[in-house]
């Protein structure tokens, strides 16, 4: 969300960030916001002078009664009678106005940054740089629950008679493979200085509009019937809430926390082939990383944060590339976002593992996190990123470990948390 105060100034760059964004319908919601911000402000400066002028009365009636001028006394308490009645309509529209400006603020996008590539979808994102090089081994390499399953390590067909569609069940040298990676991504993240942090895994409404848009809301959350609790989509929501409502202190900033959890996510919509299996599921894990920092050092913090996931996954020789993601590839709330991709051999191309995302301080606005320190007072930025996602990064895992026999070679990294094995054979 951005400073009404700057959309009331500078109307004109936020259009033209609208339109940059391709969401030409939003503009007219500009010129609205700011005729009700007008007339909000209005009825708050003739509230706040009725109320001046109320207790300036009360005093006149204390002293006419304390001169025994009881009949001007009950006149002047007639007129404060009649304000009031006057005030409370106007406090009852002060919260009618800016319940609806706040409404419209939230589906008003952040400024992106400049550098950002202005393009209409993710088609349109651009490459910056890959790391490590890309190999087709001679052999064909298996869909990736396939690998799997010759190792004894999914069931697919049990968890849809559990749950549905969209879950799984990992099993064996799998499963041990799934938790060394969050093992390993665990400790990887508390080397480079991060706090470690085991958050909750359900949030509250308030704090669901305060990290994420409407849209994504719709599109993303379970809500638990009943309650005013939704199942985190990501730790990032619950790790970024545990500042709501919070000063901190310039010398408490930065705050950098990793995190691991599960995520659950709808994912609405059908999909193809590849993103059936365990590539697009309603139920993972992640280990995750956010930055609450100083406004002006939260671009060094975002070439820090994407740098981290390539390096975790080039320490596992796992080939990957970074995508600046062009302007209406942005969720609202991002002021500059990059995805890094895995490569797949078997698809001979990359496919996203990850996403870094700079969002200024709209969530910090949202949520009230604040900072006073000596140099005033002002909004923190918010950062966060995907260290690993265990579920999805498995399918590059296995691509490229795999052998022509369909042994899986395991990472010197990797070793020390499966318990010495440097490889994975086939069931019988």
């Known amino acids: ?160 008679k559990v749950a549905g569609n969209g879950f799984y069940y990992l099993m064996g040298d799998v499963a041990r493979l799934h938790s060394a990676v969050t093992s390993y991504a665990r400790d990887f993240m508390i080397d480079r200085g991060f706090k470690y942090c085991i958050p909750p895994y359900m949030i509250r409404s308030n704090v669901v509009t305060g990290v994420m848009s409407f849209d994504e809301m719709e599109s993303m959350m379970y809500k638990i019937e009943g309650e005013d609790l939704y199942l985190i989509g990501t730790s990032e929501h619950s790790m970024i809430g545990k500042f709501i409502d ?43 990383m956010i930055v609450v920092c100083q406004p002006e050092e939260s671009p060094m913090w975002f070439e820090k944060l994407w740098q981290n996931t390539v390096d975790f996954f080039r320490s596992l020789d796992i080939p990957v590339r970074t995508l600046e993601c062009c302007s209406g590839d942005l969720a609202d709330l991002k002021v500059k976002s990059i995805d890094v991709e895995a490569w797949s051999p078997r698809q001979k191309k990359y496919f996203e593992v990850g996403s870094c995302s700079n969002l200024g301080d709209a969530q910090a606005r949202r949520l009230k996190i604040r900072v006073h320190g000596e140099k005033g007072k002002y909004f923190a930025h918010t950062l966060n990123n995907t260290c690993v996602a265990p579920p999805r990064m498995l399918i590059a895992f296995l691509e490229n470990n795999l052998n022509a026999d369909g042994s899986v070679n395991i990472p010197k990294a990797l070793q020390p948390y499966m318990g010495g094995k440097t490889i994975i054979m086939p069931a019988k």
Do not use: W
């Open 1 to 160: 969300m951005i400073d009404i105060k700057f959309l009331r100034e500078n109307p004109e760059v936020v259009k033209e960030n609208i339109k940059k964004k391709f969401q030409d319908h939003k503009l007219e919601l500009v010129d609205k916001v700011i005729e009700l911000d007008k007339e909000a402000r209005a009825t708050q400066q003739e509230a706040d002078n009725l109320r001046a002028e109320r207790k300036k009365l009360s005093k006149q009636i204390g002293a006419l009664m304390g001169q025994g001028k009881k009949e001007e006394a009950e006149a002047v308490k007639e007129e404060v009678n009649k304000q009031g009645e006057r005030l409370a309509l106007l406090e009852e529209n002060e919260q009618i106005l800016e319940k609806e400006v706040n409404k419209i603020m939230l589906v008003i996008p952040n400024i992106i940054d400049p550098s950002v590539p202005i393009g209409k979808d993710d088609s349109e994102n651009v490459e910056v740089q890959k790391y490590g090089e890309p190999l087709v081994p001679d052999f064909e390499i298996p869909y990736h629950t396939d690998i799997m399953e010759k190792l004894d390590g999914i069931d697919l067909e049990s968890a849809r």
């Open 246 to 288: 919070t000063i901190l202190k310039d010398e408490q900033l930065p705050q950098t926390l990793t995190s691991f959890s599960p995520c659950f996510r709808k994912e609405k919509g059908a999909h193809g082939i590849e993103e059936r299996g365990v590539y697009r599921i309603h139920q993972f894990e992640k280990q995750e």
